[in-house]
Every structure is written in structure tokens, then in C-alpha cells.
């Protein structure tokens, strides 16, 4: 069992940043595949960006060059930097792990990222 919890989230002006956590339970971490996933109102959850085991990094299209995900297997966390925020980044932010082999099965509560324009 994996337990995660994210912190970070918050509002935001359009072209503002904010840095989003998440701490995992565990002495596995850093064997998991971690991710960022987020979900707007009335719309699919959808993947923002994802790190291996082994630090291979995968960004969705909408947020490359703006987000930075990383990875401290030393403090079991990930985190997300999102920079250059617009207002349709507005969402719960989801962080997510999966062992090796295996699919996105553990999740954490969400954090809400709000966007003003």
C-alpha cells in the first residue's frame, strides 16, 4: 500500500506560478512510477506529466516548456512546477504512483489549482 498527499495548490493570477508536493508513504517509492494528472470540471481526468523509477520524464503537450516534474526518492516525494499558468490549467491536481509492471492504482486526495485571468 502506497499512501500519497499532496499539498501546494491554490489560486493563482494568469502567468503566476505555483509548486505543487506530494509526499508517499512507503519504502517503495523509488521503485514507482510517479505522475501528475488533473481534472477540470466536466472534463476527463487527463495526465500532466510523469517520471519513472529511473527519472524517464514524459510531459503532455499542454504544458511543455511551463511544468517541471522531479522526483527525491531521499524524501519520497514528487513535485510539480508549474510556471506561466493560464486560466485553463484550472483544476484538481492529481498525484498518482504505480509499481513496476502495473498501472496508475494508487492516488492521492487532489489539490485544487485555480487560475484567474
Known amino acids: 500500500q502506497v499512501q500519497l498527499v499532496e499539498s501546494g495548490g491554490g489560486l493563482v493570477q494568469a502567468g503566476g506560478s505555483l509548486r505543487l508536493s506530494c509526499v508517499a508513504s512507503g519504502r517503495a517509492f523509488k521503485s514507482y512510477g510517479m505522475g501528475w494528472f488533473r481534472q477540470a470540471p466536466g472534463k476527463e481526468r487527463e495526465l500532466v506529466a510523469r517520471?519513472?523509477?529511473?527519472?524517464?520524464?514524459t510531459y503532455s503537450d499542454f504544458v511543455k516548456g511551463r511544468f517541471t516534474i522531479a522526483r527525491d526518492n531521499a524524501k519520497n516525494t514528487v513535485s510539480l512546477q508549474m510556471n506561466s499558468l493560464q486560466p485553463e490549467d484550472t483544476a484538481v491536481y492529481y498525484c498518482?504512483?504505480?509499481?513496476?509492471?502495473?498501472?496508475?492504482?494508487?492516488w492521492g486526495q487532489g489539490t485544487q489549482v485555480t487560475v484567474s485571468s
Open positions: 498518482a504512483a504505480r509499481a513496476p509492471g502495473e498501472g496508475y492504482m494508487y
Open positions: 517520471i519513472t523509477s529511473l527519472g524517464g520524464i
